[in-house]
């Protein structure tokens, strides 16, 4: 009689099923309510979140306008100071030309002021500027010709007027100009939004960059530059009427231009040996920072070779995996960490790649930059040989005098005459 064979397999007993069933309930229960209580957690912090960001960027919004506001305030004082500055100067300078027409030429002093300015053409690219040393030999071309003691201290006086005027009407432009850039910087800041383009995470943002001011180092800087320039508008005023009443005659009147002048060339000359031993500098610090760069170039192209095996590795891992038999293709734990290994490892390499290009782009700029400091620094050098060749030339006024010249009535009415529109121009600004 044939008998039932059972499979040589392990039996449970009923209550270890039961027990079994049991477990797997309980457990599911439990997972579940630890689900809803981070699901519950994560949606507070979320409103939290959401609520502070939209009140701080609200918050922002508001301050950005307010700076808007304030620089735009100071921006129109600045313009309304610099176009009463530029009026001062062309008021001032039409008055030393008026002065300096009617002067007597000398020949040697002439024919060295004229070789020193020919010798200066010989200036390259950007030294190529009308500098004080330029307009005090022209003056003195002009001045050798014949310009008594007062009217020669007069126009000295207007020149020295003239450079702080333009050194005031300078500092109101620079500041004009960062106004201006720091106007249109903030407000397109505070037209930025959340959807706008181009907005992305940089590198350490909330940094407090290098030169920063206070608010009130801030105004109080706008504040004395317009000061300042007002001082020197009325110092210039002052000046202008003086001139005006002044054409007294003196022997000195050349010895006085020639040191104006050279006093110039030696303003000048140490001018641009400063500039070129900041040239020196800059090249030394380009120089570095371009090899510094490169170093980082290779850093970066090294470490993203150095993300290829473990993306390797991961890639092998996820497909080799796939070959896992039936049920056993299971989309299990490993197989989402090693695709969150894959992504990120590509993240990776994507910001290292695009940080790479920056890199390159930056490292051209500074290339850039170094073969304009090089071109510059020889321009400098050039400039600077020029200069100390004038002075040698100038040796040979030491030894001269200048002679006195008389002024008479009609010099005098010219220059009166001359000085009308501009005292009337006072009375209109006035």
Known sequence: MATLSQKPVTRYNPPDWFTSNFTISTNAERQRDASHQIRQEARNL???????????QYDNNTRLSDRCRDIDQWKQ?????????????????RMKLETEHSLQAKALPLDVAIENLTLREGRRDIDVVRDNVEAELHKEVEVIEGIKKALKQKIDEAFE????????????????????????????????????????????????????????????FSQYNKDRAEAEMRASNRLREAMQATLEQTANDLEA?????????????????????????????????????????RNLEESIRAKRNPLKLAHTRLETRTYRPNVELCRDQPQYGLTDEVQQIEGSIAALKEKL?????????????????????????????????????RQ????????SIKTG??????TNRALSPIKSRQLDMA
């Open 357 to 393: 290009a920056t890199a390159h782009k930056a490292r051209d700029g500074l290339y850039r930059n170094l073969y304009r400091i090089e071109e510059d620094l020889a321009c400098k050098t050039n400039s600077l040989t020029l200069d100390n060749r004038c002075m040698d030339v």
């Open 161 to 220: 007027q003239i450079c702080l005027l333009q050194e005031a009407r300078q500092q109101l432009h620079a500041d004009l100009r960062d106004k201006s850039e720091a106007l249109g910087i903030d407000q397109e800041v505070y037209h930025l939004t959340n959807d706008s383009p181009g907005i992305s995470f940089k590198p350490n943002p909330t940094r407090v960059p290098k030169g920063s001011t206070t608010p009130q180092e801030w105004d109080k």
């Open 257 to 297: 231009q020639r040191n104006a002048s050279e006093f110039a060339f030696r303003k000048r000359i140490h001018e641009t040996d400063q500039a070129k031993k900041e040239l020196e500098w800059q090249q030394k610090n380009t120089k570095e920072e371009i090899a510094e760069m490169e170093a980082d170039i």
């Open 409 to 414: 009535d009609s010099f005098n009415r010219t």
């Open 46 to 56: 979320r409103n939290e979140t959401d609520n502070q960001t939209r009140w701080d």
């Open 396 to 403: 040979k006024l030491t030894s001269n005098v200048p002679d």
């Open 77 to 93: 004082t600045l313009e309304k100071t610099l176009r009463d500055c530029d009026a001062e100067i062309d008021a001032l300078e």
